[in-house]
């Protein structure tokens, strides 16, 4: 089965900061598109139609809905710790919210996680926009908690994974311009949605744009995933060597991150300077 065919279980998470080590998981989305690049693009506006797929079983702080082509689970987390103005600002969620409606983190990373590896021990890929981020966040937060890695969930290291912008980078190299994935969806032709930086909206659109370069580049659809996943490394390394180039030729620190589709463990990351992913 090639990556275009399997089923996507796209991830997005929001949180308290933008340093993957130290913040803190606020809210969670994972979008089960079972036919991979062959589905519609998601609705999530419509409640759909209860199907065969696991149900969230009407608590505060989850939500579920299942659709013929799409399958959407959410969290809200209260974090433990006050969620800055700043992180506010960007995803909506305050402190007291996360207080008042979000359920104990623990019990969200467990569920969370435990979507995850469930997946990824079926051979399907998990796709996320900047995977280093959010993959780091959720190990980092397991650890916190002590509830087991991702890796010791699994017994070796989460993959396959789909990270649009590392295959963007690595399939339009020369393309001018941000690669954020507001600015993809009109590369793509993905509709820009009103209110982007919620989880399942973001999970929604980074779907949509991985369609469209399915699409796009057909060269890369006789890949399985595995391959794709070994693709994306080599991808990813390829444009950290030349961006962290680009930076030392102007008198820059080179501090990006050679790791995909995690970063460092942070202990090993203060030992050399601290490499960090960009997009």
Request: no cysteine; proline share 8%; charged share 20%.
């Given at each position: 089965m090639n990556w275009t065919?399997?089923?996507?279980?796209?991830?997005?998470?929001?949180?308290?900061?933008?340093?993957?080590?130290?913040?803190?998981?606020?809210?969670?989305?994972?979008?089960?598109?079972?036919?991979?690049?062959?589905?519609?693009?998601?609705?999530?506006g419509d409640a759909g139609t209860a199907g065969s797929h696991p149900r969230i079983g009407g608590r505060t702080g989850t939500r579920?809905?299942?659709?013929?082509?799409?399958?959407?689970?959410?969290?809200?987390?209260?974090?433990?710790?006050p969620i800055p103005a700043g992180a506010t600002a960007i995803h909506g969620i305050s402190t007291q919210t996360a207080r008042r409606d979000g359920r104990p983190i623990v019990e969200v990373l467990d569920e969370l996680a435990t979507a995850l590896v469930d997946h990824w021990q079926q051979g399907f890929p998990v796709v996320v926009f900047n995977a280093p981020f959010d993959l780091t966040l959720i190990n980092a937060e397991l650890r916190r908690h002590q509830l087991g890695s991702l890796e010791e969930r699994l017994g070796t290291d989460p993959a396959p994974v789909i990270d649009p912008l590392?295959?963007?980078?690595?399939l339009d190299r020369y393309r001018?311009?941000?690669?954020?994935?507001?600015?993809?969806?009109?590369?793509?032709?993905?509709?820009?949605?009103?209110?982007?930086?919620?989880?399942?909206?973001?999970?929604?659109?980074?779907?949509?744009?991985?369609?469209?370069?399915?699409?796009?580049?057909?060269?890369?659809?006789?890949?399985?995933?595995?391959?794709l996943h070994d693709f994306q490394i080599d991808n990813h390394r390829t444009w950290a060597d030349s961006f962290g180039s680009w930076l030392a030729s102007r008198g820059r620190p080179d501090t990006i991150s050679r790791s995909w589709p995690q970063?460092?463990?942070?202990?090993?990351?203060?030992?050399?300077?601290?490499?960090?992913?960009?997009?």
């Open positions: 065919e399997a089923p996507w279980l796209g991830l997005d998470t929001e949180t308290t900061g933008p340093d993957p080590h130290t913040a803190r998981l606020v809210t969670a989305a994972l979008v089960l598109r079972p036919d991979g690049a062959g589905d519609q693009q998601p609705e999530l579920q809905r299942d659709s013929s082509a799409a399958r959407l689970r959410t969290w809200l987390a209260d974090p433990g710790v590392v295959l963007d980078h690595g001018r311009g941000k690669r954020t994935l507001a600015a993809m969806t009109s590369v793509y032709g993905v509709p820009l949605a009103e209110n982007a930086h919620t989880a399942e909206v973001d999970v929604d659109m980074m779907l949509g744009v991985l369609a469209a370069m399915a699409a796009k580049f057909p060269q890369t659809a006789s890949m399985d995933a595995a391959a970063e460092e463990p942070a202990a090993e990351l203060a030992s050399h300077g601290g490499p960090r992913s960009i997009d």
